[in-house]
């Protein structure tokens, strides 16, 4: 059994702010966590000297689409020119162009250009990242998406959860027929992906510009008939109802809701869904609107945070930005911004196994140069990780 030693944990269980242990230490056997608590208290083992530092839960980015082709370095010149991000995409830029890329991409490229924003995740202490299809919006490709992101897993010491995206956007070739896609594409592709064992969750976008809450409802069913679970993308542009829509399927989280109103957030507490804040996009696209932190706060509603890393919306490296990010625009207290990164981003995920640092769960720790948590939160642009200790390793 090794013993990490001389930290302040930061272990996100219990009822003390940030379940804080000073002068703590953690026993770890195998992968595991074995116990935490007081150094005075502790079990023998080979001791580790954490040199005082402060340690939480390694992180969690619970909801990316770091695979993809290409870049929109362009549209983001035509945004500053005054194109809003609708009037790209309705003109055939946004998603689409990303899935231009996408598709003329192997799975070795795809891979390839996805390492290195996995890498600056991992090096913001991240553990296990969510990854999302979404820009193949055709058999072939959505399933060589999420081939790519179960690559990802064999080639860095980090959990990849991958998430069905085929409801993403209605592509050119189904221009106004989207049920159409859905029937012909979108279903059989997430059939596929399925079969192929490439699925752990099954998103989908609820907007005007993509799919309706009828069109949604059948990727849902079809989820369901899988026994995956769900989660949306939801009132990021304008109130669809898609969170309630979510929460009636009992989703895992619904994301962005900066347009959510209170009808959808009674029916995310109901349930039980997470709603995954997403401040990279709502700055990247200069929306004013922000979601209501308060109300859910209010109404119990847990909280996540992430980059929602994507070319178009949130060309984000950084998940401590995001929560720096969420802080500052959204009034997130600093402890919300890393349950939302740690507990709450494990729950967005359906795992039970990490987020907390508690006897049992996964020995994925982030061994910090801080003193307090809410110092994660509080500078930007700056890189506070001294190491990661991953399934116990060091
Ligand atoms: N909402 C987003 O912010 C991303 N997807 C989505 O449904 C944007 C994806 C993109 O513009 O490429
Ligand atoms: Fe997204």
Redesign the pocket.
């Known amino acids: 059994m090794r013993l990490f030693t001389n930290c302040t944990a930061a272990t996100m269980d219990g009822p003390a702010p940030y379940g804080l242990i000073p002068d703590a230490a953690i026993a770890v056997e195998g992968d595991r966590i074995a116990w935490v608590g007081p150094r005075a208290d502790a079990p023998k083992g080979e001791a580790v000297d954490l040199g005082g530092r402060l340690v939480t839960p390694a992180l969690i980015d619970c909801h990316t ?1 770091i695979v ?1 082709g290409g870049h ?1 370095a362009g549209e983001f010149e035509q945004r500053l020119l005054g194109a809003s ?1 609708e009037e790209i ?1 309705r003109a055939g830029g ?2 689409i162009s ?1 899935v231009r890329a996408t598709r003329a991409a192997t799975v070795d490229g795809l891979v390839a250009s996805a390492l290195p924003r996995l890498d600056a995740l991992i090096a913001d202490g991240v553990a296990t990242v969510e990854v999302k299809s ?2 193949g919006l055709d058999i072939d490709t959505e399933l060589n998406m999420l081939r790519a992101a179960r690559r990802l897993a064999t080639l860095r010491p980090v959990t990849i959860r991958t998430t069905f ?1 085929g409801a ?2 209605v592509p050119p070739d189904y221009k106004d027929r989207a049920d159409a896609y859905l029937t012909e594409a979108c279903l059989p592709a997430l059939s596929a992906a399925h079969a192929e064992g490439l699925v752990d969750a099954v998103d989908g ?1 609820c ?1 005007g510009i ?1 799919f309706s809450p009828a069109q949604i409802a059948r990727v849902f069913d079809a989820a369901k008939a899988l026994g995956l679970p769900v989660k949306l ?1 939801a009132e ?1 542009l304008s109130n669809l109802h898609g969170a309630a829509l979510a929460a009636s399927y009992g989703a895992l989280s619904a ?2 809701l900066e347009y959510l109103d209170d009808a959808g957030i009674a029916a995310m507490a109901k349930s039980g869904t997470v709603a995954t804040i ?1 401040p990279g ?1 709502f700055y990247a ?1 200069r929306e004013t609107k922000a979601p209501p932190i308060a109300a859910l706060r209010a109404a119990g509603v847990p909280m996540a945070v992430s980059t ?1 890393m ?5 060309p984000m490296g950084s998940v401590l930005l995001a929560m720096n990010m969420a802080c500052t625009l959204f009034r997130l207290t600093p402890e919300e911004a890393l349950k939302g990164t740690t507990i709450n981003a494990a729950r967005a995920l359906g795992l039970t196994d990490r987020g907390r640092l508690a006897p049992g769960l996964r020995a994925d720790l982030a061994v910090w140069a801080a003193e307090t948590p809410a110092e994660l939160s509080y500078r930007f642009g700056f890189n506070p990780l001294h190491s990661l200790i991953l399934g116990g390793k060091a």
């Open positions: 689409h993809h929109r991000y995409a946004g998603i990303t979404g820009y995206l993403h956007a976008f907007e993509a993308h990021q994301d962005h997403l996009a696209i929602d994507n070319p178009g919306t949130s």
